[in-house]
């Protein structure tokens, strides 16, 4: 049965590689199309790694395979080998697996310097996100820049930023955990209510993306689902301007003109 | 043999001039250490099917949403023609996370195998605590019964997932299950923590006090050790969790304000309380069920250990490396809790300190896959459903523990922070791993639990094709993790990024289905060897511990003659003896000293 049981235990490197394989060749089974300009930092660790763990994977489970095969008790006619464990090989497999893993440790502090710690000085547009059960509150400066004053604008669930400029969102909740993910621009960030959290993109083409809620937050956690349109600095602007026309100037109207489109 | 006083009182029970303990004494309120450790198996095994089927409501919606659920779609969801609702979804997640981790996983390791196990290892005639111990069985009771009467009170069970973040779990206006639900499910895991307690505090004492002549700190099974450093992490963890859960309660009650921010508006109510910190919670919480995640994982590496040397025949390859990397795995695991804290909004330097200490714990894991390689290198393997099961364990902490490098990366956990990259990493240790060391521990000390065999035959069958259905349900999860695939959403499919996995989805349910269905064939493998399988000797399987000297099942006192160990219990193949197992109790042949 050694066999057998080999060949089942084999199973497990050979698909999982073949499952990966196919999965980094197909669009639809692997990361969505990234857009930022950041973004690729994380995809690239996230491959080094997947390069790095791929192998000892498929080192200790062939060796497993291996074993099985090798030492059946049927198969294996020599006697065992008597032995308490070796303190080379403890040594060579703690120094060895202890220098790779501090390696991907100091190897990634840069990336998430870049996504978590160094803000940017000057962002082009800065957009405050509120987060509710279960909709997404958005709130533009306006002209003068400036939060809290009468030109503020107000909508709802449909983020619009312009293209290559650095986006500076102030995360925001009102009631419970909400997450702000942007799945094309590599963005995750928990909002908390009580905290104003500064998250912050650059996208690098234009388009129309899913804005996720990614933390329970209710019942309606599934579908409390967001809009990014990453568009060009004019038809950002168009686009600001049209619902300053429209009046969207109080919180209030934007709620009832998104309950009415319900 | 006993040194208290309740271990005299329960030991007389059973002596000649006293009356024969009566049916309830025997077994309902047992003193017994073997008795509650069955106790605590088998309400495990029943809790392991709850948890299962709601598994399945959970694998049901996501392969073929808001249709029309089989079987149990009338009976639930009459009211809504047979469909599941959102609210139902989220309480189906938080409860089969519930029930698995604190009513499942924790007793059957602790409880079930720790109990068990403890004293016939390390060759005592019972606990040093035998009425505490018939405490902890008891105390989950309450426990039971509050998540139990949970799923039927107003608003339905907890529902703001097993990690209960508030505000949603302390606000009753934030969910359906935010009201009575969440606070039986608080009291529920309060009660599962004393019981724990109770038995982590007998457990320590148990193992530094009453060890056999001779069976020294290194002379014990890794079992033990695995046993002793989970009680440990108990003892010093479960505070800050009973401590949060209380402050939950008050929150919730008592009109305090630990975890609700100032002026906080949930479902256009303004909550009355403030002035807290709701990632005050995430702190405390992950404080405990990090340290709680090795205590899901280290008594089934321990049990693997034990299961892979008897059926090599051949010595654990490292023994005392072994030892050291539970007792690092532990230390570590109280610096790490923020790893699950991320993408929170905790200050983003911590990230970094995390992210070091997270990356270091993955090291002991790494030393006890590459020794228990060595274990199998050069034996003589003998392929029992416990050794398989065992193998099954080791080959499937790989995929379990690498995933985990990926999420302990800060930048990549951004991305697959709460997907189902997750959820594949903790179903690899949890489910392919540590029940599958249960399932293998069972085959392996089910004879000495009820003195019959189990069938092999029937039992191969079932390691098959839980093995094969399990990578057919967890693996793609990594896959889905990588396309963003959140967890906990009722319909994910709505999204642009997420419709195309539909498919997949659909067929990891199936695969789903047949796993639980497979566990039909293990029901009744147990439940009939119980009664019928053929009897066995003391030591079927030839192997070296304490528990193989005393009779199978043994009886009150387990030993008939005070064991003496001369060695430690790993001896398989020595030169020393013809045979290829070397007892512990075994006196070494003249001339020789043993160590």
Redesign the interface.
């Known amino acids: 049965?050694?066999k057998f049981?080999a060949f089942?235990?084999l199973?497990?490197p050979v698909?999982?590689v073949a499952?990966?394989v196919a999965?980094a060749d197909d669009a639809?089974?692997?990361?969505?199309i990234d857009v930022s300009e950041y973004g690729h930092?994380?995809d690239r660790?996230?491959m080094v790694?997947?390069w790095?763990?791929g192998a000892?994977?498929v080192a200790?489970?062939i060796?497993?395979v291996w074993?099985?095969l090798r030492?059946?008790?049927k198969a294996?006619t020599?006697?065992?080998?008597?032995?308490?464990?070796?303190h080379t090989?403890?040594v060579v497999?703690?120094v060895l697996?202890?220098a790779t893993?501090?390696f991907?440790?100091i190897y990634?502090?840069n990336?998430?310097?870049d996504?978590?710690?160094r803000r940017p000085e000057e962002p082009g547009v800065v957009v405050e996100v509120t987060a509710?059960?279960f909709e997404w509150r958005l709130r533009y400066p306006g002209d003068d820049g400036k939060f809290d004053t009468p030109d503020d604008i107000y909508t709802v669930n449909d983020l619009h930023v312009p293209v290559d400029e650095e986006i500076m969102v102030r995360l925001k909740s009102?009631?419970?955990?909400h997450?702000f993910?942007l799945?094309?621009l590599?963005?995750?960030?928990?909002?908390?209510?009580?905290?104003e959290?500064p998250v912050w993109f650059k996208a690098k083409s234009q388009g129309a993306?899913?804005l996720?809620?990614?933390?329970?937050?209710?019942?309606?956690?599934?579908?409390m689902?967001g809009r990014l349109t990453v568009q060009s600095r004019a038809d950002f602007d168009r686009w600001l301007a049209e619902l300053e026309a429209e009046g969207q100037r109080t919180q209030s109207e934007a709620v009832e003109n998104s309950e009415t489109e319900e | 043999m006993s040194t208290t006083a309740e271990g005299f009182l329960a030991h007389d029970d059973g002596h000649a001039g006293h009356k024969e303990p009566g049916f309830i004494s025997k077994y309902v309120f047992s003193l017994d250490h073997k008795v509650i450790g069955l106790q605590f198996l088998f309400s495990t095994l029943i809790w392991f099917l709850i948890g299962g089927l709601l598994a399945l409501g959970i694998r049901w919606q996501l392969a073929w949403p808001w249709s029309d659920v089989p079987i149990f779609g009338e009976l639930v969801f009459g009211a809504e023609g047979g469909q599941m609702s959102p609210e139902f979804y989220t309480m189906l997640f938080t409860m089969h996370a519930t029930v698995m981790i604190f009513f499942v996983i924790i007793p059957v390791l602790a409880g079930a195998f720790g109990n068990f196990l403890i004293p016939l290892m390390i060759g005592a005639d019972d606990m040093a605590f035998p009425t505490l111990n018939m405490l902890s069985y008891w105390f989950m009771w309450p426990a039971f019964i509050c998540m139990g009467a949970s799923f039927f009170v107003d608003g339905g069970a907890a529902a703001g997932g097993w990690t209960s973040y508030p505000p949603l779990s302390v606000v009753p206006e934030a969910a359906p299950g935010s009201g009575m639900g969440q606070t039986l499910w608080l009291f529920g895991v309060t009660f599962v923590g004393i019981s724990s307690m109770m038995g982590s505090i007998n457990y320590m004492t148990t193992i530094i006090c009453m060890r056999a002549p001779g069976m020294t700190m290194f002379r014990l099974p890794l079992t033990i050790w695995a046993m002793f450093i989970t009680a440990v992490l108990q003892a010093f963890a479960l505070p800050v969790l009973t401590a949060a859960g209380f402050m939950q309660v008050m929150d919730r009650l008592g009109g305090t304000g630990f975890f609700l921010p100032e002026g906080n508006i949930v479902n256009n109510s303004a909550a009355a309380a403030g002035g807290g910190q709701p990632l005050l919670w995430q702190h405390l919480f992950w404080f405990y069920s990090h340290p709680a995640v090795y205590i899901m994982i280290l008594p089934a590496m321990g049990m693997v250990s034990d299961i892979l040397a008897c059926f090599a025949r051949k010595p654990i390859f490292g023994y005392k490396p072994m030892v050291y990397s539970i007792s690092g795995i532990a230390g570590l695991g109280f610096v790490v809790w923020g790893h699950h804290m991320f993408v929170s909004g905790m200050n983003p330097y911590l990230g970094m300190t995390f992210m070091t200490a997270t990356m270091m714990i993955a090291l002991p894991s790494a030393i006890k896959v590459f020794n228990w390689l060595g274990t199998l290198w050069g034996g003589k393997i003998i392929f029992t459903t416990a050794m398989l099961f065992a193998m099954s364990f080791v080959s499937m902490f790989i995929v379990g523990g690498l995933s985990g490098i990926f999420m302990a990366a800060t930048p990549v956990d951004i991305f697959i922070h709460d997907t189902y990259f997750i959820v594949a990493h903790f179903h690899y240790v949890l489910f392919s791993g540590t029940a599958m060391a249960v399932f293998g521990a069972i085959y392996y000390w089910f004879p000495k639990m009820f003195g019959r065999m189990m069938n092999e035959f029937w039992g191969k069958i079932h390691f098959f094709l839980t093995f094969i259905f399990l990578n057919g349900t967890f693996f793609p999860m990594h896959i889905l993790g990588i396309v963003g695939f959140p967890r906990r959403l009722a319909d994910p499919y709505h999204y642009e990024t997420f419709s195309q996995l539909l498919e997949m989805n659909q067929f990891m349910t199936i695969c789903a289905i047949g796993m639980v269905a497979t566990q039909i064939i293990f029901a009744i493998n147990f439940f009939g060897s119980i009664f019928f399988g053929p009897k066995c000797g003391r030591n079927p399987w030839g192997a070296n511990g304490l528990e193989w000297t005393a009779p199978s099942p043994p009886g009150h006192g387990n030993f008939d003659v005070q064991p003496v160990v001369y060695r430690g219990p790993y001896e398989y193949g020595s030169p020393e003896v013809d045979t290829d197992n070397y007892l512990q109790t075994q006196p070494p042949p003249e001339g020789k000293e043993s160590d």
């Open positions: 049965m050694g049981w089942v235990f199973l497990i698909l999982g499952v990966f999965a639809n089974y692997w990361f969505p930092n994380v660790l996230f790694i997947l790095l763990t000892v994977f200790t489970e060796a497993l074993f099985i030492y059946d008790r294996n020599a006697p065992v080998k008597f032995t308490h464990g070796s090989l403890e497999w703690t697996p202890a893993l501090l991907i440790a990634q502090m990336v998430w310097a996504t978590k710690v509710r059960q009102q009631d419970v955990l997450s993910f799945p094309n590599r963005v995750k960030q928990d909002a908390v209510p009580g905290m959290i993306f899913d996720v809620c990614a933390e329970l937050c209710g019942w309606g956690h599934y579908k689902k």
